[in-house]
C-alpha cells in the first residue's frame, strides 16, 4: 500500500525517526527486502504493530524492551538481535539509558505496508 508520495506506507514513521537505508528486490517471489535504521528516545515506545513478512533486527544502541503478543517479553541490549515473524503484534519501548537505535531488515510484500498499528494484546497476553 502506497502513500501520497507513492512509498510504500510505513505507520512508525510517524511515531519514530526511521531511515530507509536500502530496498531491494528479493530472490524470494513477491517479496521485498528493505532496512530501516530507527532512533527510540529514551522512554519512548513504538506502539504494537505488524509488518506484512519477517522482521531481523539488530539493537546498535540503547537498551530495547521488546513485548512480543503471544510470547515473551525481549531484553535487548546493544549487540543483540531478535526475529519478529510475519504479522506477529509487538511493540518496542527504549528503557535507556540513553536513546536507542536499531537496524531492521524486512522481508515482506511490496503491495503491503511496512508497518501497521494494531491493537495491544489482552491483558495477560503479554
Known amino acids: 500500500m502506497m502513500d ?3 512509498q510504500q506506507r510505513d505507520d512508525l514513521a510517524g ?3 526511521r531511515v530507509e537505508v ?3 528486490a528479493s530472490s524470494i517471489p513477491g517479496r521485498t527486502i ?3 535504521l530507527t532512533t527510540i528516545p ?7 504493530h505488524t509488518h506484512p513478512g519477517e522482521e531481523v533486527g539488530y539493537i546498535l544502541a540503547g537498551n530495547v524492551e521488546m513485548r ?3 510470547g515473551s517479553t525481549l531484553h535487548l ?8 515473524p510475519p504479522g506477529v503484534r509487538h ?3 527504549d528503557v535507556g539509558p540513553g536513546t536507542g537505535r536499531m537496524l531492521s531488515t524486512y522481508l515482506v510484500d511490496p503491495d503491503e505496508p511496512l508497518a501497521t498499528f494494531a491493537d495491544p494484546p489482552a491483558e495477560g497476553g503479554s
Open 4 to 6: 501520497a508520495d507513492g
Open 15 to 17: 511515531r519514530l525517526e
Open 22 to 24: 536500502q530496498r531491494a
Open 34 to 36: 528493505v532496512q530501516v
Open 42 to 48: 529514551e522512554g519512548v515506545e513504538s506502539g504494537w
Open 68 to 70: 512480543i503478543a503471544g
Open 77 to 84: 541490549p546493544a549487540g543483540s538481535g531478535f526475529l519478529i
Open 91 to 93: 511493540n518496542a519501548r
